[in-house]
C-alpha cells in the first residue's frame, strides 16, 4: 500500500483557511458536495424501511434492480435486464476496487482523470496508462479502459461515434470498458449519451459496464447509493465477489434509492437549480478573466486565466472563493482550476459579487 499517492485534498488545506479569513466567510466550490435537500420522496421512503432487522440483499431487492432498469430505459434509451443491475455503496468504492475485482494487470484511464481511477489500479497492483488516444498503446495488452463522460473534471461530454470507437477497440483485444456516467443527467450544451446505448455498443453490452450515482442527481451524497449495470455475464461475477467481501447497500438506502430513480420531477428540480447557479457564476467567471473550456455537462467549469493552477487557487482564496487545483486531475490540468456549482444560491451570489 505504500505506493498510494497522498489525499489530495489535503493539500488544498493551508487555502482553506486563507478563505475561511474572508469576514463574509468562505465560498467553498472545491469538493463539489451537494447541498440542498434530500428529495422528500426519498426521506419518506428511508424512514418507512428504518425498521430493517435482517441482512440485506448484495444483489438488492428486484423492486431497486427495477427502478433502476426504468430510469435507463425511460430518460436514456438503454436497456438492460433487473438482473444486472447491482447497487453499490456509492460509486466511489466500486471505482477503486474494480480492477481489483477483475484482476486487471494494466488499466488505461483518461489523460484528466478523477484520481480514483488511477488509485484503483494501484490497490491492484496493476499499471496505469493515462491516455486520451487508446491507439498509442499499440498491440499491448489492456484489461480495463476507463472512461468518463460528462468528464469530471472537465465536463467535456465524449460523442457516440468515439464511445463506439473505444468500444471497438476494447472488444478487438478483449479487455473490458468501465464507463463512469456519474454525471449523465447534467448535460447543458451536450448531450450525454451511455455506453450501453445502441448507438454506441451496436445492440450487445458484451464486455461493458456503466456505472452510476444518485449523489449529485437526487442529493444522495451522504447515502452512498449508486449502481453498476451492463454485461449480465460481468455483473453476475462481481455480485459474487461482492457477496463473498460483504459490500452490501443497507436495506432502507436501498428503499430510498428505489424512490429516487421512479420519481423524475426532483431530479428536474435540482437540475434547474444547478443550471440557476451555472448561468450566474459563469459570466463573473469570464468578466473577471478566466476562460471556460468544454464544461458543456456536469457540475463543474474547467477554467484558466493562464497561470499555474495553484496561483490562480491563491488567488481566489484571497477573496475567500476555495476551488479545486487541475493538477489534482492529472498533469494536464497545471493550467487549470475546477470550479463546482454546489453551493447554495446564497453563496454563489457572494462569489460573484467577490469576483466582481
Same mark, same amino acid.
Given at each position: $500500500?505504500?505506493?498510494? !499517492? ?7 488545506? @493551508?487555502?482553506?483557511?486563507?478563505? /475561511? ?32 432487522? &435482517? ?83 499499440? @498491440? ?12 469530471? !473534471? ?19 483485444? &478483449? ?22 446505448? @445502441? ?47 460483504? $459490500?452490501? $447497500? ?6 430510498? $434509492? ?11 428540480? /435540482? ?11 459563469? @459570466? ?40 479545486? !487545483? ?31
Amino acid at each position: $500500500m505504500n505506493n498510494l !499517492p497522498d489525499f489530495p485534498w489535503d493539500k488544498l488545506e @493551508p487555502h482553506k483557511r486563507r478563505a /475561511q479569513e474572508h469576514p463574509d466567510g468562505i465560498v467553498d466550490l472545491s469538493v463539489g458536495t451537494p447541498v440542498d435537500p434530500v428529495p422528500q420522496v426519498v426521506q419518506e421512503a428511508l424512514v418507512k424501511a428504518a425498521d430493517s432487522p &435482517g441482512y440485506p440483499l448484495t444483489h438488492g431487492t428486484r423492486e431497486l434492480r427495477e427502478a433502476a432498469a426504468g430510469w435507463l430505459a425511460r430518460r436514456h434509451g438503454v436497456s438492460v435486464g433487473e438482473q444486472a443491475v447491482l447497487p453499490l455503496i456509492g460509486s466511489k468504492e466500486f471505482v477503486a476496487w474494480l480492477p481489483t475485482y477483475l484482476g486487471a494487470k494494466h488499466v488505461a484511464l483518461p489523460e484528466l482523470a478523477y484520481p480514483t481511477y488511477d488509485v484503483g489500479a494501484r490497490l491492484a497492483g496493476a499499471r496505469a496508462s493515462a491516455t486520451d488516444g487508446l491507439v498509442a498503446l499499440g @498491440p499491448e495488452p489492456v484489461d480495463l479502459v476507463w472512461v468518463n463522460s460528462p468528464s469530471n !473534471p472537465t465536463g467535456r461530454v465524449l460523442p457516440a461515434e468515439h464511445l463506439r470507437k473505444v468500444v471497438e477497440w476494447a472488444r478487438e483485444r &478483449g479487455a473490458v470498458v468501465a464507463s463512469d456516467e456519474c454525471y449523465i443527467e447534467l448535460g447543458w450544451e451536450a448531450e450525454p449519451i451511455s455506453i450501453l446505448h @445502441p448507438d454506441v455498443c451496436g445492440g450487445s453490452h458484451e464486455g461493458l459496464l456503466a456505472v452510476h450515482s444518485l449523489s449529485k442527481r437526487s442529493n444522495l451524497a451522504g447515502y452512498r447509493a449508486g449502481f453498476v449495470t451492463g454485461d449480465p455475464v460481468l455483473v453476475k461475477r462481481l455480485l459474487e465477489i461482492r457477496k463473498h467481501g460483504g $459490500m452490501i $447497500m443497507p436495506a432502507p438506502v436501498q428503499a430510498a $434509492m428505489t424512490a429516487a430513480l421512479a420519481d423524475d420531477a426532483h431530479a428536474e428540480e /435540482q437540475r434547474e437549480r444547478y443550471s440557476a447557479r451555472r448561468a450566474v457564476l459563469r @459570466p463573473a467567471l469570464e468578466k473577471a478573466g478566466w476562460s471556460i473550456e468544454h464544461s458543456e455537462a456536469g457540475l463543474y467549469f474547467w477554467a484558466s486565466n493562464g497561470r499555474d493552477c495553484w496561483t490562480q487557487v491563491a488567488e481566489l482564496a484571497e477573496i475567500g472563493i476555495l476551488a479545486a !487545483p487541475g493538477d489534482f486531475y492529472g498533469t494536464a490540468g497545471s493550467s487549470h482550476i475546477r470550479i463546482a456549482v454546489t453551493a447554495t444560491d446564497e453563496r454563489i451570489s457572494a462569489a460573484v459579487r467577490r469576483l466582481q
